[in-house]
């Protein structure tokens, strides 16, 4: 298995450009979520999906948008960035919502809004 | 990755010494908490959880304490080793909420 992927790793964008952020796993899991990390603060959720055709805001929503048609899949869309956007952005899976199930982490896109 | 690491406190510890890393929590109807560890570059990897109901849980070479009392949770790793230089953080989880996370220690490991 390859767990959780994400693509790309690093990414520069300028103000306003638009983009996708993948998210991809392969172990049957059916919550899937984003976070952010930016330096000194926790991770922070972003939007989050407990099954395929479902999803709904986290803690910092604004300027994405998420989709989940399959169970595989859960990209983020930036609509419009701005250079507070910039950030290392996290996708996460687990089996369920349940807490206690252990949550997989992607390896991180890093990106930078000018 | 580096940059999220810049602004966190650092552990120093000489290898084969034990470490203790800290972190405060502040909802007191969490009642369930995980300690994750982030090597550089990579995503955030699970250590080892621990309900309210308990005070101390152990793992392999890594032992968790939690004091209710004063919101307080420790990740105690027993003799360290080079592979344990990561940024190490908690996440506290109330019943029917959002996780929340630390922002985390870095731990650096000397030889």
């Known amino acids: ?114 | 990755g580096e940059s999220v690491g810049l602004h966190l406190p650092t552990l120093s510890v000489q290898e084969g010494d034990n470490s203790i890393i800290n972190c405060a929590y502040s909802n007191s109807a969490s009642d369930y908490f995980i300690w994750y560890k982030q090597e550089s570059g990579k995503g955030p990897q699970f250590i080892i959880d621990i309900r309210s109901n308990m005070d101390k849980r152990q793992g392999q070479r890594v032992t968790v304490l939690l004091n209710k009392t004063v919101k307080h949770l420790s990740l105690q790793i027993a003799a360290t080793q080079p592979g344990d230089s990561a940024v190490y953080f908690c996440a506290e989880i109330p019943y029917g909420q959002n996780f929340v996370f630390g922002p985390g220690t870095r731990l650096s490991v000397l030889p």
């Not at chain 1, 390859?2 to 964008?13: D, S």
Request: hydrophobic share 30%; charged share 15%.
């Open chain 1, 1 to 114: 298995n390859a767990g959780v992927t994400q693509t790309p790793k690093f990414q520069v964008l300028k103000t306003g450009q638009s983009m996708t952020l993948q998210c991809a796993q392969d172990m049957n899991h059916e919550y899937m979520s984003w976070y952010r990390q930016d330096p000194g603060m926790g991770l922070r959720l972003i939007h989050y999906s407990v099954g395929a055709g479902i999803t709904d805001q986290g803690e910092v929503p604004n300027g994405y948008n998420v989709s989940r048609s399959t169970t595989e899949d859960f990209p983020l869309r930036l609509l419009s960035a701005a250079p507070s956007q910039t950030s290392v952005y996290f996708c996460a899976s687990s089996y369920s919502n349940r807490r206690t199930d252990t949550q997989y982490f992607g390896p991180g896109t890093r990106l930078t809004v000018l």
